[in-house]
């Protein structure tokens, strides 16, 4: 079994990795349908649905040079013109498995404090099939 490390789990935006990522998240989902009836006593029976599928990173505000990397100006773009984004989660080890679709940003709230760096909590949902490859 070989465990991944936090650190190396990574989003990438058009091909280029979040600057400054701090932390990272992937959530799919399975909406479910209810079969219940009257012949189903006193449990609940269900079904699977439709899948969903959401990413989400927190990133220290920066404006780096956005040739080669995806900079907050890149993901606010994106929000204010309502396009979508290829994003990709993955690690950078051969035999890993990388998750690659097409998102929208729901939301991308600025927090920022006293002696602190300026932090986005990026929220993208997914639209569409996200597909599972494995790294070469």
Not at 2 to 20: C, H, S
Not at 81 to 96: D, E, H, M, N, R
Not at 101 to 123: H, N, R
Request: charged residues 15%; hydrophobic residues 40%; aromatic residues 6%.
């Amino acid at each position: 079994m070989a465990l991944v490390q936090g650190t190396d789990l990574r989003v990438f935006i058009g091909g280029n990795k979040i600057i400054n990522e701090q932390t990272c998240d992937i959530e799919l989902s399975t909406s479910m349908i209810e079969t219940s009836s009257k012949d189903s006593g006193d449990w609940a029976t269900a079904i699977p649905g439709r899948k969903s599928w959401g990413l989400s990173a927190t990133f220290q505000v920066d404006y780096a040079d956005p040739a080669t990397t995806t900079t907050y100006d890149i993901i606010q773009a994106a929000w204010m013109a309502g396009t979508s984004l290829t994003v990709v989660f993955k690690t950078l080890a051969t035999g890993a498995t990388i998750l690659t679709g097409s998102a929208y940003v729901e939301s991308m709230p600025v927090k920022s404090g006293d002696q602190t760096i300026a932090t986005c909590d990026l929220k993208l949902k997914g639209t569409g099939t996200l597909v599972p490859t494995v790294a070469a």
